[in-house]
């Protein structure tokens, strides 16, 4: 899970303005900190399958917001996928 310090911080860097902390960008960039974690949790226990359901539930909810993303502001999802290194 991501510690209040970590989560405000990520807040803070992708909001769009000072009240802002729900927007799909916000919401993306807090997925993919948690599917980092919970991808590094996984290479250590393989065994554990609850934890990849979760995670690939989580891929597709960010999946999903980035479509959403790409079809009203196209221009600021190419920045997002810039600023979080993910493909496409």
């Not at 807090?30 to 065994?47: S, Y």
């Not at 990849?52 to 920045?79: A, F, H, I, Q």
């Amino acid at each position: 899970m991501l510690d209040q310090e970590k989560k405000q911080e990520i807040i803070t860097g992708f909001r769009r303005h000072d009240s802002d902390t729900g927007s799909a960008t916000v919401q993306v960039a807090l997925l993919t900190r948690r599917i980092q974690q919970l991808t590094d949790h996984l290479r250590q226990n393989q065994k554990d399958h609850s934890s990849r359901r979760g995670l690939l539930r989580m891929v597709s909810r960010r999946r999903k917001l980035l479509d959403y993303l790409n079809r009203t502001e196209p221009v600021s999802y190419r920045d997002l996928i810039g600023r979080l290194s993910l493909r496409k």
